[in-house]
């Protein structure tokens, strides 16, 4: 049965988080992980909203007071951290306003909730404040913090979370919702093995914009094989889209990996690749692949932190190495 906000393949972590609530075993906070395009909004925005509402069934009733404010955009025993505008950071400020916010009653008598998207990006100042409130929440609080990597969360902060990871989706638990986005069974078995089994970000990806990227990306490659210069087809790719880029990479570098010790192709993210990969592995050795995928990893965690200030200067470095290993 579709429930009301809850993503198909979220159904049996849904029921679970129902079953917490309705037997008044909800902990005080949650920390809901799981890679980009798992669907752990959706079922936050399920869970804040049955955790308001004043008489939750299956989901929210979707018709009392507290369901009403929420779907007017305002709920006064509510409150949503995330970074500011333009900013990658959460600071202390609004983590003291949380604490402020806990000390308070609940308005309409119910649950207070606090929403920290991305958990990982508050500074250790403001992790710290937070403590506090996660160590003394007082009664009917619930915390829900949401990351795409827990592993970059302060330890103390992860341990006072009860932990819901949500794991990539197999393509039978998303195919119906897939096919209804992406229009028919290959386009959606294609996106879904792109995402690496996150069938939002398959939705995305499947856009005419990032199908263009994609292209780019793969024609930039296919250049660097061929001997084009590495700088100069990085002055072709889009700097603002780095972090793709850097995805990409990434989801290539695994493939190859694959392809590499296995020779099996059936298990590739991305089979139209496949004479690309060939062409790679014939020149390159796996132990080389590993080293820049953990050079690529590392760039894209300093980019999401805002330690990284060129992207121009890391997308040249980035094909450089590529291209040595297509070549070597
Ligand atoms: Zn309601």
Not at 179 to 195: P, T
Not at 265 to 275: F, Q, R, T, W
Not at 296 to 312: D, I, T
């Given at each position: ?64 007071h507290s369901c ?244 121009q200067l890391v ?14």
């Amino acid at each position: 049965m579709a429930l009301d906000g809850v993503l198909p393949w979220h159904a049996d972590t849904w029921q679970q988080l129902v079953r917490l609530a309705d037997e008044g075993r909800m902990p005080h906070a949650i920390l809901l992980s799981g890679a980009h395009g798992v669907g752990k909004q959706q079922l936050a925005e399920a869970l804040i909203t049955r955790t308001l509402c004043a008489k939750p069934g299956a989901s929210a009733c979707g018709h009392c007071h507290s369901c009403s404010m929420l779907a007017s955009g305002y709920h006064p025993d509510l409150l949503r951290v995330s970074p500011e505008e333009g900013k990658r950071q959460i600071r202390i400020d609004p983590i003291r306003e949380v604490n402020r916010f806990v000390s308070q009653t609940a308005q309409q008598g119910g649950y207070r909730v606090i929403v920290v998207s991305p958990a990982e990006s508050m500074n250790v100042a403001a992790a710290n404040a937070l403590l506090k409130s996660l160590e003394e929440p007082g009664a009917n609080t619930l915390f829900i913090l949401l990351a795409d990597v827990p592993s970059r969360m302060l330890p103390t902060i992860r341990s006072r979370c009860q932990q819901w990871p949500l794991s990539s989706v197999a393509f039978e638990a998303c195919r119906g919702w897939l096919i209804e986005k992406l229009g028919g069974q290959d386009e959606a078995h294609f996106w879904w093995r792109v995402s690496g089994g996150l069938p939002l970000l398959a939705v995305e990806l499947a856009s005419p914009d990032e199908r263009a990227l994609r292209h780019q990306i793969h024609d930039s490659f296919e250049q660097l094989v061929r001997g084009a210069e590495p700088v100069s087809e990085a002055a072709r790719l889009d700097r603002q889209a780095i972090d793709a880029i850097l995805w990409y990479g990434i989801a290539w570098l695994e493939d190859l990996i694959r392809l590499g010790i296995s020779g099996d192709a059936s298990a590739l993210h991305n089979p139209d690749l496949e004479s690309l990969y060939r062409q790679a592995v014939k020149n390159g050795r796996v132990q080389d692949w590993f080293r820049l995928l953990d050079y690529a990893r590392e760039q894209r965690r300093l980019l999401a932190v805002g330690a990284n200030p060129n992207p121009q200067l890391v997308l040249e470095a980035w094909l450089v190495r590529w291209a040595a290993l297509l070549r070597s």
